[in-house]
Each structure stands twice: as C-alpha cells, then as structure tokens.
C-alpha cells in the first residue's frame, strides 16, 4: 500500500522530528541528512516533488552554544533555534547541493496560517519554489513563537503545509515503525496497525505514550495531523525514519508503516 501510494504521488512533504534527525549525542546527525537528499533526489529524477518539514532547530542550536544547555528559560530556548536555525539550514544546503539541489527557507507560525492573505502569499511562494525545481524546509518560526502563535508541533505544521500545497501524500518520519495498538517501547506484544480508516476509533482502543526526550510531538500530535490531511483528501503515511534508507525502503515495498487513509 504505501509503495503504491509513493509511486502514485506527485508531490509529497516529508516531516523529519528532531528524534529522527538527531544522533546519540543529540546532535544534528549530518550523514543521515547526506543520505536521506540522496534518496530524496533520487525520487525527484522521476518527477516527483519534494517538500521538507524539519524540525531540530533548538537540536542544533544546543550542538553549536554547549554552554546553554542548561538554560531552560524562553528566552534561552528561542535564541538556541535562532543560532540553530542557522546550523540547520547549513546542514540541508551542503547534503543537497551534492547533487545540484537547492533549498529554501521558510518559516512559519500559527498566525501565517490564520491569515487569509498571509496563506496565499505563502502558497505562491511554495508553488513557484518547487516548480522552479528548489526544495522548501519548512520549520516553525520558534524564535518569534510564543503560545498565543505557535503551532506547538511539526506534525501539525506538515499537515497544514501539505493542505496549502495541495499534496498528493504526507510522510509523517518519526523514531517508531508506525501506529500500535499500544507503545511497543513499553509492551513487547504490542501489534502494529498497517492500515487505518478511522482515525477516531483508533483513537478509543489504543495507549497513546508519552512525547519522545528530543521531540514537542507524540502519537497524539500525529493522529491529528493525519485527520487534518485527510480531511482534505491527502493519505498521510507514519514510518520510522531511522531505518536504513528509509525513504527508499518505503518506496520499493521493504519497509512497513501505518497508512492513514478516508
């Protein structure tokens, strides 16, 4: 299912959280970043579109102040993504530009999306960038985000992005293989939900975890970024993102997920 949803899709955003991008050391893990944009472009040779949702900005930030790792206080947080942001986007750009790709930037908060004239000037922007061959990486704003802006979650922004973009698939990349009736980290026996088509009833009989040491998400934050997409027609797919070429495994059928469909 999932191998025929990659192959049928045009444009697709993929979402990275800061789990899957970091390392043990909770630092940007660049060789991982190198063979995802190998893959990545790889999928773009056959015509298909690609738009980055990625978190690890405040990962980077901390790879880069050490110093400030400690400080846990808004302020320290949101200058920590403002020197990340920058570790970041440098990462993106040297993975890609090794295959003659380039990026954009493009951040967002919940105000963006709220705006009828903010949402259409970010459309065309996103629309013109990818016709002209650029991938966008889009990210919260965190350094300006406070509660009464912010989108809390990448998954969330991934799916309000692929509704404003009108994608054809949503991959939602995280540190678990896919939805299970109960977290797999804690129950040995727990059974993995390959396919899901009601949202809701899911939602009754299974045990949401716990958010993740390095992420803002959890399950919860990705069920509702799969009703979201699906509202408006776009199959969202939930993969581990650490597996080896994941991306590609997914594609050739060697890889399993959950697969939310309507």
């Known amino acids: 299912m999932i191998d025929q949803l990659i192959a049928d899709a045009r444009k697709i955003i993929i979402k990275f959280g800061s789990s899957t991008l970091a390392d043990k050391d ?3 893990n660049t060789a991982y970043l190198s063979e995802f944009a190998d893959q990545a472009a790889a999928l773009i040779k056959k015509g298909k579109q690609i738009v980055v949702v990625s978190s690890g900005a405040q990962v ?3 790879s880069t102040m ?3 790792a400690r400080k846990k206080d808004l302020h320290y947080r949101q200058a920590l993504c403002a020197v990340g942001q920058v570790e970041l986007m440098g990462a993106w750009r040297r993975v890609f530009a090794q295959y003659g790709l380039h990026i954009a930037q493009i951040l967002l908060t919940r105000e963006d999306f709220d705006d009828p004239i903010r949402t ?3 459309r065309n922007t996103l629309f013109t960038l990818v016709d002209e061959g650029i991938i966008p990486i889009i990210n ?3 350094t300006v985000s406070v509660e009464e802006i912010k989108i809390g979650d990448n998954d969330n922004l991934a799916a309000q ?3 404003l973009w009108s994608a054809d698939l949503l991959i939602l990349f995280s540190d678990i293989d896919g939805l299970y009736d109960k977290n797999p980290k804690e129950f040995p ?3 993995l939900l390959e396919e899901v088509r009601d949202i809701e ?3 009754k009989n299974i045990s949401i975890g716990d958010t993740n040491s390095f992420g803002t998400g959890g399950i919860d934050t990705k069920l509702q970024a799969a009703r979201q997409a699906l509202l408006f027609g776009i199959p969202t797919v939930l993969a581990h993102g650490g597996r080896p070429r994941s991306l590609e495994a997914l594609a050739a059928g060697m890889q399993k997920g959950t697969v939310f469909l309507d």
């Open 26 to 28: 909770g630092k940007i």
């Open 60 to 62: 980077a930030g901390l």
């Open 66 to 68: 050490d110093k400030w």
């Open 120 to 122: 259409l000037n970010m």
């Open 140 to 142: 919260e704003n965190d």
């Open 161 to 163: 992005s692929a509704i």
């Open 189 to 191: 026996d727990a059974a």
């Open 201 to 203: 009833a899911v939602r």
